[in-house]
């Protein structure tokens, strides 16, 4: 079956402009995650939605991120006014519940370089 | 949160067993050890997880030591494509999210 996909899979920014990424996770997966990855590190967690609420969002870095899941289903991370330490690849993951521990599935990620 | 060591890189040869280990001295009663690797340009993807005995899944195989401060991944057969970054990775269940926690991980390099 289709897996957690991600668009565009590669973003060329210019500092100070806005941008929108896109999730879809696994249909029926309740739990989407996102998180950010810098060049030779491993992911870190920036927020969690539990079908459409944000649940935690203690990971975004800046009130520059804004992350949101309208409808239970795709999500969408919106960074406004692009820094260059924003440049990261950006990773979805969905699981199909929380209370007990089900795999994350992750999606290719969207390469954000800022200029 | 508690933390988990392992070595920057290691190299194996094709066809031969690996063991991926992994320290975790203040790890709690109630946390899981679970194992994620990436694969170049990939997102990450599960591979086993466990809580005291060791496991078994079609992928690898993971030995936890009686204490629990340590544990091994073990690869039995490794190929060309299991180059990748591994993550050890400790859960807790009891919190508000299942959020991953990844450290650098060890590099994997396969060699033919």
């Known amino acids: 079956g289709a897996g957690v996909s991600q668009s565009p899979r590669y973003k060329v920014a210019k500092r100070g402009q806005d941008v929108a990424l896109r999730c879809d996770p696994i249909s029926g997966h309740v739990s989407l995650f996102w998180y950010q990855q810098a060049l030779g590190q491993g992911p870190e967690f920036l927020t969690y939605f539990q079908n459409e609420a944000q649940l935690d969002k203690s990971g975004l870095p800046s009130d520059r991120f804004f992350a949101e899941r309208p409808e239970g289903s795709v999500s969408t991370l919106k960074i406004q006014r692009t820094q260059q330490e924003d440049s990261a690849v950006y990773l979805c993951a969905s699981s199909l519940v929380r209370g007990f521990y089900n795999e994350q599935f992750f999606g290719p990620g969207t390469r954000l370089t800022v200029l | 949160d508690a933390k988990t060591t392992q070595p920057n890189s290691m190299e194996s040869n094709e066809e031969e067993p690996v063991h991926l280990p992994c320290n975790h001295s203040?790890?709690?009663?109630?946390?899981?050890i679970h194992w994620y690797r990436q694969l170049p340009s990939q997102g990450p993807e599960y591979v086993i997880h466990?809580?005291?005995s060791n496991v078994n899944n079609r992928m690898a195989s993971l030995a936890i030591a009686e204490d629990r401060k340590s544990s091994t991944l073990i690869l039995h057969r490794a190929t060309l494509r299991d180059a990748a970054v591994y993550y050890c990775i400790l859960l807790n269940y009891g919190g508000a999210t299942n959020k991953l926690i990844f450290g650098t991980g060890t590099l994997l390099a396969v060699q033919p």
């Open positions: 466990g809580l005291t």
């Open positions: 203040t790890i709690s009663g109630t946390d899981y």
